[in-house]
């Protein structure tokens, strides 16, 4: 059990060992016991049915008075990146960094925070959270109460603001779930952000009343977060909610911004809908854009890199594609194809009622699809040549402990072991050795058979499996097939070479322990020689070895300047987060801070 307090430096707060056995099962588990309730009951049809904006628009927002927000997401992991982060965040401006406008000036602190989900690791139960979300965002909000110049904005814990009008000088934060604060049916993701209104989260102002939001801001421009769930779709009241913005004020001249917790265009064109019934995403974008507002931008976390991309229209305006899920999380790979393949747009325009309008956006399956009009790729991040290093690095991922260092006496050094990466070596070991049992019939009284006998054509098949799936990509299944069969061979090959060295050297007795040590070791490098083959060589299986691998570095969040000249977004990132063996206090704001893209949509 980790130890909390605000005295844990966020070093000591480790990033989330994913091939753990207990993160595996903890993750798992309460993903499957979501998804069998969700089936029962879909808690989003709970919420109000009204969906009340969060109206900022008479804010200030002047070419000398711009209106700022930010956008983070996926954030809560490992410690130093979520608080480096969260200072990225707080800080009262960007000052001594590279993190500045097109006129050399440091970009300054926001007003509104929108939080696009999976704010905390692995489940995102009520300890997930307090461990590795509200405390770090603390701490890096003590550490941005210490420098000059912070104070423009309120960050209050008061009870007394629930039901209140919003205050011009109020920190407003709102937020939308991931799939990762589904885990628990986003019960703890509602206790800080859906009618809650007191300050829990960095003492601001949470005002939403559902998992998903509408933002109201200057110069008619608006920003609209939706919720899938865990089930890839919005559900129906949701839906009508949104519908109904369209008598409020989002219509014809309305610039829109519509926060999606996945990027559902690196997926294939049509999202897995069935023929004739496209999902209610789909049919919203529709709606929208024959109400005349325009969807400038699409903008999701998720993926935990940032991808940009960008198309002109036929009316010569022009919409964006953005990934920027590098808030805390491990980074995913960007070389991989559903990241570099070209993202088409189709609308459906036909005769008939809501069902035959709706506009897709995803990669094409086929040449007709290939004709549709493409976006044109921007800046990834990190690049491909810091992408397929980190995918290589997978290699050796899993003999990797992943600790924070801090670990009292020998009990606390086999705890971090178990939960860390090398935690799964023990389990592969004693899987082989069960199959090794079952295929040769190994026991103190039976001598060494070399031909394996009938028994052991499932666990072998299992095998096969379970390693095919270790490296699949279903956007190149045939690649995937063939890594995932040639790493099962390699799997089954070390256990029958093992089982004739280990048995025939040493006998049964002392054989066991020794087979199922070598198998460990074995099990774990031809694991991660898969993995870094698939993702390092091939663009494959981007989830699975950037997991293994876990880098804490290209870490960052997007601020977002609106004006006279329109939405400009700075996308900001960290290169190398440093390690903070202390709680900060007055150190430095990162200096390594820097714009890696920007980009303006104009009105």
């Not at 890594?483 to 054989?511: D, M, R, V, Y």
Request: proline share 7%.
């Amino acid at each position: 059990m980790p130890r909390f307090g605000q005295d844990v430096p966020p070093h000591a707060r480790r990033p989330v060992a994913w091939y753990a056995p207990a993160t595996l099962w903890q993750a798992a588990r309460k993903l499957l016991a979501a998804e069998q309730f969700a089936t029962h009951l879909d808690r989003r049809e709970t919420f109000p049915s009204d969906l009340r904006p969060v109206d900022l628009s008479a804010d200030p927002c002047s070419p000398a008075a711009p209106f700022w927000f930010d956008f983070a997401s996926d954030t809560g992991d490992g410690g130093d990146a979520t608080v480096a982060v969260a200072q990225g965040l707080l800080a009262p401006s960007m000052a001594g960094t590279q993190a500045q406008d097109e006129r050399g000036q440091p970009l300054p602190q926001v007003r509104l925070l929108v939080l696009g989900g999976d704010l905390a690791y692995p489940g995102s139960g009520r300890l997930d959270y307090q461990y590795r979300f509200i405390e770090p965002l603390d701490q890096a909000l003590r550490w941005a109460q210490r420098r000059a110049g912070f104070g423009r904005w309120r960050h209050a814990v008061d009870a007394a603001r629930e039901g209140t009008p919003i205050a011009a000088d109020d920190k407003v934060v709102v937020a939308i779930p991931q799939n990762h604060d589904w885990a628990v049916s986003a019960s703890t993701f509602c206790r800080y952000f859906v009618n809650t209104d007191a300050g829990a989260v960095l003492g601001a102002r949470t005002p939403q009343r559902q998992t998903w939001f509408a933002l109201k801001l200057p110069r008619n421009w608006w920003v609209l977060g939706l919720d899938f769930a865990l089930e890839g779709d919005l559900d129906r009241p949701q839906y009508e909610g949104f519908k109904a913005l369209l008598n409020q004020g989002l219509g014809a001249g309305s610039q829109v911004v519509l926060v999606y917790p996945e990027p559902y265009w690196t997926r294939p064109l049509g999202d897995h809908a069935p023929e004739g019934y496209p999902k209610r995403y789909q049919r919203l974008e529709a709606r929208l854009l024959a109400a005349g507002a325009r969807i400038r931008l699409r903008l999701a976390g998720d993926l935990h890199h940032v991808a940009h991309e960008q198309l002109t229209l036929p009316d010569g305006s022009d919409t964006h594609l953005l990934v920027a899920g590098h808030g805390g999380a491990f980074t995913h790979a960007t070389h991989t194809q559903e990241v570099r393949g070209r993202k088409v747009l189709r609308a459906v325009s036909g005769p008939g009622d809501e069902l035959a309008q709706h506009v897709e956006i995803g990669l094409p399956r086929n040449r007709n699809e290939a004709a549709l009009p493409a976006f044109e790729p921007g800046v990834r991040y990190p690049d491909e040549v810091a992408s397929r290093r980190l995918g290589w690095r997978a290699w050796a991922a899993a003999f990797r402990a992943r600790g924070s260092g801090m670990a009292q006496g020998w009990r606390g050094w086999w705890a971090e072991q178990w939960d860390s990466n090398r935690g799964l070596l023990p389990v592969l070991g004693g899987l082989v050795g069960l199959l090794t049992w079952f295929g040769w019939g190994i026991h103190p009284q039976v001598d060494l058979s070399r031909v394996p006998s009938p028994s052991a054509v499932l666990p072998a098949l299992a095998v096969l499996v379970a390693c095919a799936a270790a490296v699949w990509d279903p956007l190149a299944p045939r690649r995937a097939l063939l890594l995932g069969a040639g790493h099962g061979l390699a799997q089954l090959s070390a256990a029958w070479g093992w089982t004739l060295l280990c048995f025939n050297t040493l006998g049964p007795w002392l054989g066991w322990p020794a087979f199922v040590l070598a198998s460990a070791l074995s099990g774990g490098l031809l694991l991660g020689l898969a993995l870094a083959l698939a993702c390092g060589g091939l663009g494959l299986a981007s989830n699975a070895a950037s997991g293994l691998v876990a880098h804490e570095g290209h870490k960052g969040f997007v601020r977002f300047r609106l004006d006279d000249a329109g939405l400009t977004a700075f996308v900001l990132g960290l290169d190398e987060v440093p390690a903070q063996t202390a709680v900060p206090t007055d150190a430095p704001l990162p200096s390594g801070w820097r714009v890696v893209t920007r980009f303006t949509l104009r009105d």
